[in-house]
């Protein structure tokens, strides 16, 4: 299935990369953001939050480009009604993007929509109360499971992946999602969730590293989910082939 710079994504696949939201991972990145991205950096108040939004940025059109050919700074980022991301151009390749602590993660599939959502799992400004529907509060209620605060944490994550799947994000109360449990020995699992009256996805949860939780919802049922990391090494490899492009189009 390709390599790691140059990564073939069939059909029943989703790609899910993980990455460090961190100076030296920016340092390996190459100038690739947009006026527009730039000025939006130059905007948050402080330099670790800008790191983590360039390194984000730089990351995840790293990615696009691997899986689309050309350049980083080539590739036309558009954003929908609610501000999610999608390609100007291949509209076939749908991609999300998470950001949690100083990790981030991308999930990439094709012909459906996709989203993610990674949070730390010690993450305390996410409100919990109030998240269950009446149904989940039903089903939850017949599996007998102990909803402690992580068990939320990751019905959090399980909501806030399917709403942005459906592009609409946290303008929709997470209360709306309806999310299919079911009992694996002492684990919750939910296999999809939907937005009423607006559409049905298929669920996965992932550990993106130690310490976090993760998880994509799809629209395509049956996807097989591969995981990868995005590295310095990555970065170089890809950046010299570049220019050695660069110098054989020159010569
Ligand atoms: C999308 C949203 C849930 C992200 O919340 P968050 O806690 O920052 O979560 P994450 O780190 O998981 O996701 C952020 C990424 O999701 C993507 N994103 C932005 N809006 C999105 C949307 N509506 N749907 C899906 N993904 C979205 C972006 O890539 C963003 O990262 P970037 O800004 O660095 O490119 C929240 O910002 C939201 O609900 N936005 C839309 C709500 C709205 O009403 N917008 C008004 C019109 S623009």
């Known amino acids: ?5 140059s990564p073939s994504l069939v059909e029943d696949d989703i790609h899910i990369w993980t990455w460090r939201l961190d100076s030296e991972f920016l340092s390996a990145c190459g100038d690739w953001l ?3 991205e730039r000025d939006r950096c130059a905007e948050l108040p402080e330099p670790h939050a800008q790191i983590r939004f360039a390194a984000g940025r730089s990351g995840l059109r790293f990615l696009l480009a691997r899986y689309l050919g050309g350049e980083p ?3 036309i980022l558009k954003e ?3 501000g999610k991301p999608c390609l100007g151009l291949d509209a076939s390749l ?3 993007l998470s950001h949690a602590g100083d990790i981030a993660a991308v999930a990439l599939c094709r012909g459906g929509e996709v989203g993610i959502d990674i949070e730390v799992e010690t993450a305390g400004h996410i409100e919990l109360r109030g998240i269950l ?3 989940e509060k039903r089903q939850l209620h017949l599996l007998g499971l102990p909803l402690d605060r992580s068990v939320l944490l990751q019905i959090w994550v399980w909501k806030e992946a399917v709403l942005k ?4 994000g946290l303008s929709v109360d997470p209360a709306k999602v309806v999310l299919t449990f079911e009992r694996q020995g ?5 296999r999809n969730g939907t937005v009423p009256g607006f559409g049905s996805y298929e669920l996965r949860s992932f550990v993106p590293v130690p310490g976090f939780v993760g998880a994509v919802a799809v629209t395509r049922e049956g996807l097989r989910m591969l995981s990868f990391s995005l590295c310095r090494e990555h970065l170089n490899e890809a950046c010299r082939m570049w220019s050695d492009l660069g110098r054989s189009k020159a010569s």
């Open 133 to 135: 529907s009446a149904e």
């Open 186 to 190: 002492r684990r919750l699992v939910a």
């Open 1 to 5: 299935m390709g390599d790691a710079v």
């Open 165 to 168: 799947a459906s592009g609409l």
């Open 73 to 75: 700074s080539d590739v």
């Open 94 to 96: 749908a991609f999300n």
């Open 34 to 36: 947009t006026a527009e």
């Open 80 to 82: 929908d009604r609610f």
